[in-house]
């Protein structure tokens, strides 16, 4: 059965970047797309962006566009997510989901807490 | 963007009752609609597919229509473990946006 075993917690400063993984467990990692969605206290869900690590291609929601990295590392089917110029508002679990075309959205990563605080 | 409405926001049913939630798109998107379902402090779970199809293992009550602009999720005959926030989310275009939710409380 896949799983999306994403990184620990994290709690940062204001101003500094954060990286969270994202490593396919039990199925394949190429032909499917990795997204990373967010979800501050209390709220519904943000799409971020996206990666096809078979195309190398990276798709990122405009409010994220110079803020937002995506990368893949196929080797240890490994995907990252990092944020910079963090700010108090970009506290949320942030997960990481596995989508395959037509057939949209089948995996859930267990999500990774970002706290940031001064 | 393609922005998804759902209603109601929050829903209050007893077990065994049949509820339908409802998302609507601010502009055609075929039928590329996913159906999710969150219970507290938990990850979400992929509960629907192109409008209609049931991910794998999702139980049949559970059951999705629509084409366009217009969807709907079904839970028939409600189970305890069903109750929970439901979110939509349109995936044909670029951000794949999510409707705000709807909570189905027991009543």
């Known amino acids: 059965q896949v799983q999306l075993v994403q990184s620990g917690a994290e709690v940062k400063k204001p101003g500094s970047s954060v990286k969270v993984s994202c490593k396919t467990s039990?199925?394949?990692?190429?032909?499917?797309?990795v997204n990373w969605v967010r979800q501050a206290p209390g709220q519904g869900f943000e799409w971020m962006g996206g990666?096809?690590?078979?195309?190398?291609?990276?798709n990122y929601a405009q409010r994220f566009q110079g803020k937002l990295t995506i990368t893949t590392d196929e080797t240890t089917t490994t995907a990252y997510m990092e944020l910079s110029s963090l700010r108090s508002e970009d506290t949320a679990v942030y997960y990481c989901?596995?989508?395959?075309?037509?057939?949209?959205?089948?995996?859930w990563g267990h999500g990774t807490t970002v706290i940031v605080s001064s | 963007d393609i922005q998804m409405t759902q209603s109601p926001s929050s829903l209050s049913a007893s077990v065994g009752d049949s509820v339908t939630i409802t998302c609507r798109a601010s502009?055609?998107?075929?039928?590329?609609l996913a159906w999710f379902q969150q219970k507290a402090g938990k990850a979400p779970k992929s509960l629907i597919y192109?409008?209609?199809s049931l991910q794998t293992g999702v139980p049949s009550r559970f059951s999705g229509s629509g084409s366009g602009t217009d969807f709907t999720l079904t839970i028939s005959s409600l189970q305890p473990e069903d109750f929970a926030t439901y979110y939509c989310?349109?995936?044909?275009?670029?951000?794949?946006?999510f409707g705000q939710g709807t909570k189905l409380e027991v009543k």
């Open positions: 502009q055609g998107i075929n039928n590329y």
């Open positions: 039990g199925g394949t990692f190429s032909g499917f797309g």
């Open positions: 990666i096809i690590p078979l195309l190398g291609t990276t």
């Open positions: 989901v596995r989508e395959r075309d037509y057939y949209g959205v089948d995996v």
């Open positions: 989310q349109q995936y044909i275009g670029y951000p794949h946006t």
């Open positions: 192109a409008s209609s």
